[in-house]
């Protein structure tokens, strides 16, 4: 699958499509969870791009138009122009990085006609999904799978520093009203357990859908998406 470039705020993303023009206007747009920021406690990766990214492979299994767009210094650009190791590790959810996504979002959404998005992020993914799902009224529905949507609460639970400078879904307001919202949870996710979802259970509203599922952080929700994304606007 060959990507394209957009240009994002202070950064080019990597872009890849099965198709984009639509009769409708309509695209599901996949972010990709945090990769590997770091190679041990201590010692920071040098490019943070997921070996195994399972938000492109989900895509790969969606008949609707789709577009998988990458995180800034992702995908081969951990060396451009702006990036810095704290892209990916304390900033990984931070204004410059949602603030980035989002222009180049608004970019495929006015070039390409698109006037229903559907933002489905996996893992770190989700929480930037929620970030962006706030701020771009295009957004009808919000999926995310196996999200730490607490990042406080996520950090102190496995021991991590906190994430100084990054945005909180759960320290923000509740979802605008109007966003269909699907969260999926693994019932053997020892990374993101189910209950780091349940204590967003005010901020989600009457609209959300909290599924448990079997599986774990990574599998098996390849299994799983077909069934699930038959029943996604």
């Not at 210094?73 to 990984?92: D, E, F, L, Q, V």
């Not at 879904?169 to 979802?175: E, F, H, N, T």
Request: aromatic residues 8%; positive net charge; hydrophobic residues 40%.
């Amino acid at each position: 699958m060959v990507g394209r470039k957009l240009r994002g705020d202070g950064f080019e993303l990597i872009a890849y499509g099965n198709r984009i023009a639509h009769p409708s206007g309509r695209l599901h747009v996949y972010l990709e969870g945090d990769g590997v920021p770091w190679i041990t406690r201590t010692l920071i990766a040098l490019d943070p791009t997921p070996r195994n990214p399972l938000a492109l492979r989900l895509m790969a299994l969606d008949p609707s138009p789709a577009l998988y767009l990458a995180r800034p210094c992702y995908n081969g650009t951990a060396k451009a122009p702006g990036c810095n190791p704290w892209i990916w590790t304390s900033g990984r959810y931070s204004e410059v990085v949602v603030a980035s996504i989002e222009a180049a979002l608004r970019r495929v959404i006015e070039t390409e006609a698109v006037n229903e998005v559907v933002l489905i992020g996996y893992s770190g993914g989700g929480v930037l999904a929620w970030l962006l799902a706030q701020r771009i009224p295009e957004v009808q529905a919000l999926v995310t799978i196996a999200a730490n949507l607490d990042i406080d609460r996520w950090t102190k639970r496995h021991g991590f520093s906190r994430l100084v400078g990054s945005l909180n879904p759960a320290a923000g307001p509740p979802m605008r009203p109007g966003v269909e919202q699907w969260h999926l949870a693994g019932k053997a996710d020892k990374n993101v357990p189910p209950e780091i979802i349940g204590a967003l259970a005010h901020q989600l509203g009457p609209e959300a859908h909290v599924l448990h599922l079997e599986s774990t952080h990574r599998c098996c929700w390849l299994r799983f998406w077909p069934d699930i994304v038959r029943q996604l606007p």
